[in-house]
């Protein structure tokens, strides 16, 4: 077993967001990282509502500042300075996504201001990853990061994003090594992660353009058409219509369907340090904060009984590392345990196949015993018939410290272990109690043969002394105390 979460040696606080692991190995399973994402779009007064849903497939790029590497990709890097639970994907400019972001964010931005940085608007994306039967949704709010994002003066667009993303960039490197990032080079490494083909789409008509209409031209290029290729990472048509778009969690859904008969559902929800509590609410994810405790956000991930009548219910999870440890620690204990009753085990069939043996004849039991096949539980196979009390021990410390891993297991996905612990602590106790009566039959045992020992070594004398009693008179002992006997006799 391992823990899910990876600490920080420069920021203690920085703790990995439990779901982040596992949705990882299941990206990596999918032949392209593919997943629809809702924004809410302003009605055109068609249907009776002010906003209406609008879907879209999309390809994550990664999460931000954690830009995959690509051989093919000649943009200079940015030092890995940051670490993020935030998905992001690149879009082009003129897609009605954009202005929806803005116009449903806080600040509702007209299309002008779509055309920097800024948004916030509502968003859900949801994965399907067939392999695992699983699916994962994501809800929060998504960003615009344009060109004008490390301009010198910021809009209020470029200060929105700063300041709603940074409290979520973890920080892994040292103060002084942070200043060598920016924001405006992580754009141009997604830019530079494109193909050719891929970045000279930003160079197509405008979406919605009549096929049958003329070309439009964009600044520097007499007309826009499909299938360019572009090279050029400064293209500055390609660049004026490039955005990158990051989702900031604020609800992560996991959707298990892998087991027809156990289907669950997990829910990680992240909150900020001030809201309520209550005896179910723990804050376990701690999030940088950069010095400013104001800053300071906390993943608080919420569970609750599962419903008896409902297989597939709401179950709200929480996280904590140390009940992970414990059990880890559970499982080697009882690892040692079973090694030390094998070599008990091994110890105790000799003793029984030698204890009336001496000479050359303890010498070859010894030799056959070391030839003689083992068996699982490091035993001979003797008698494999009668179950040992070694046997029955060794298979309650098995059944405890696989209770160990799932219960380590059903805490990290359930936060419920309870009926775990029960099993363990009852295998436990029937391991002790056993222990405890065989050491006891030992001991009589042991008991019973010095006294059978002692008594044997009576009679001998016994019959020594009677002998020598009735010995010929002719054998007489010198003053040595050596018999001679009478020549003369």
């Not at 996905?413 to 222990?435: F, M, N, P, Q, T």
Request: glycine share 6%.
């Amino acid at each position: 077993m391992a823990a899910l979460a990876s600490r920080s040696s420069l920021d203690p606080a920085g703790v990995t967001a439990p779901w982040k692991p596992l949705f990882q190995q299941h990206l990596a399973l999918m032949p392209s990282p593919e997943f629809v994402m809702a924004t809410v779009h302003p009605s055109d007064g068609s249907m009776p509502v002010e906003y209406v849903p609008r879907l879209r497939t999309l390809i994550m790029r990664g999460f931000w500042c954690e830009l995959p590497p690509n051989k093919h990709n000649q943009a200079p890097p940015n030092p890995r300075t940051f670490e993020t639970e935030m998905p992001a994907f690149t879009t082009d400019v003129r897609m009605e996504k954009v202005p929806d972001l803005f116009a449903t964010s806080a600040g509702h931005g007209s299309v002008e201001q779509s055309q920097g940085s800024g948004g916030g608007g509502p968003v859900e994306a949801m994965w399907w990853i067939k392999e695992k039967m699983t699916q994962w949704r994501i809800r929060g709010n998504a960003f615009v990061i344009g060109p004008d994002i490390d301009d010198r003066l910021e809009s209020s667009g470029v200060r929105t994003v700063k300041s709603e993303l940074q409290p979520r960039m973890r920080q892994v490197v040292s103060e002084e090594d942070k200043k060598a990032w920016s924001w405006s080079r992580e754009v141009t490494g997604h830019f530079g992660n494109l193909n050719p083909v891929m970045r000279g789409s930003f160079k197509n008509p405008p979406p919605g353009t009549p096929v049958s209409a003329p070309l439009p031209s964009d600044g520097d290029e007499p007309s826009l058409a499909l299938g360019v290729k572009v090279n050029d990472l400064e293209d500055p048509v390609a660049r004026r219509n490039f955005r990158v778009v990051v989702i900031k969690p604020a609800v992560v859904e996991q959707l298990d369907l892998s087991e027809p008969d156990s289907s669950r559902r997990y829910r990680f929800t992240y909150v900020g340090p001030d809201a309520p509590g209550d005896s179910n609410t723990e804050s376990l994810f701690p999030q940088t904060h950069d010095g400013d405790d104001d800053d300071n956000q906390l993943l608080r991930v919420r569970r609750k009984r599962k419903s008896e009548s409902n297989p597939t219910a709401m179950i709200i999870v929480f996280y904590e590392s140390e009940v992970q440890d414990i059990f880890e620690g559970i499982v080697r204990a009882i690892a040692t345990a079973r090694n030390n009753l094998r070599k008990g085990r091994m110890a105790f069939q000799m003793r029984q196949m030698t204890s009336s043996m001496e000479g050359d004849s303890m010498r070859n039991a010894r030799l056959a015993f070391a030839r003689m096949p083992r068996s699982r539980g490091g035993g001979s196979n003797t008698n494999s018939n009668e179950k040992s009390v070694f046997d029955t021990i060794d298979q309650q410390l098995e059944a405890a410290q696989t209770l160990s891993e799932h219960g380590a297991h059903q805490f990290l996905r359930e936060g419920d272990c309870s009926a775990e612990i029960c099993g363990i602590k009852k295998r436990l106790a029937e391991v002790e109690e056993l222990a405890r009566k065989e050491m006891e039959k030992l001991a009589r045992e042991d008991a019973a043969k010095a006294e059978a020992e002692k008594a044997q070594e009576e009679k001998r004398r016994e019959i020594a002394s009677t002998t020598a009693a009735s010995e010929p008179t002719g054998v007489e002992p010198d003053e040595t105390g050596v018999m001679e006997v009478d020549s003369e006799g």
